[in-house]
């Protein structure tokens, strides 16, 4: 059975809706935030997920942050690490020693990358945005130096298209994306992952796409 190490700064809910739905059997083994203040802490510990909170106190450079996430971890068993709304740029500190780890973009990756997904796609005008679920890999140089163009640029394990209205607002994009693309996405490549139908070989991942014609969380 999948067990997910999930990692949130927010309200954590692609993570509260993967526990809830168990695409392919999966949960969570825990959740772990790098802010105390976290909404998902709450909502985790009502469903009897283990938390574990790790924050990068003024004396801890980001390497000894992830160093100090990778300690917390060790009491817990799981097979791959779910970033949902997770705030931070992970180095190949924490990600060489991890199992395979995603990540979900509110954008059709590659295009739209970064921080104001939502924003970049309305002052485009196009009309198709939508959720991708990605592999993180690492986008922090050895001497910390941060990776602008590697963020949001690992490979991709599915997407789900959106489309976008005339008079869209950041807030319906956001939403629509959410419950429509992400909810749909993130529980899919979960269960590909839980199937067996996920290979990652350092830099390469393959994945088989092939539900049969259609996807059933659709
Ligand atoms: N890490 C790697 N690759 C990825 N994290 C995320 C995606 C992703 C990843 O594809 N290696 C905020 C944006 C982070 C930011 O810029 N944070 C900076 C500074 C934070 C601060 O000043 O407090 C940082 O150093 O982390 C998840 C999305 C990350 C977005």
Redesign the pocket.
């Given at each position: 059975m999948t067990r997910i190490a999930g990692m949130a700064s927010n309200r954590g809910r692609n993570l509260m809706h993967l526990q809830d739905r168990r695409p392919g059997g999966a949960n969570l083994a825990v959740v772990v935030s790098n802010d105390p203040d976290a909404p998902v802490l709450e909502k985790a510990r009502k469903r009897d997920i283990p938390t574990e909170v790790v924050e990068q106190t003024d004396d801890m450079d980001?390497f000894e942050h992830e160093r100090a996430i990778l300690d917390a971890l060790e009491d817990y068993e799981f097979d791959l690490v779910a970033?949902d709304g997770?705030?931070?740029?992970?180095?190949s500190t924490f990600?060489d020693p991890m199992p395979t780890t995603l990540?979900v973009h509110p954008a059709l990756l590659p295009a739209f990358p970064g921080?104001d997904a939502h924003e970049q796609v309305l002052d485009a005008g196009v009309a198709v945005t939508g959720a991708t679920v990605?592999v993180?890999?690492?986008?922090?140089a050895e001497d910390g130096t941060?990776l602008e163009s590697?963020?949001?640029?690992?490979p991709v394990i599915t997407q789900e298209p959106i489309p976008v209205y005339e008079g869209d607002e950041e807030s319906d994009l956001k939403e629509r994306v959410l419950y429509e693309g992400e909810f749909k996405a993130y529980p899919r490549a979960v269960r590909w992952f839980a199937e067996g139908r996920v290979d990652v070989d350092g830099d390469t991942v393959t994945v088989d796409r092939d539900d049969g014609g259609a996807f059933p969380e659709r």
């Open positions: 980001r970033l997770y705030m931070r740029i992970l180095s990600l990540n921080m990605h993180v890999t690492n986008a922090v941060l590697e963020v949001d640029a690992g």
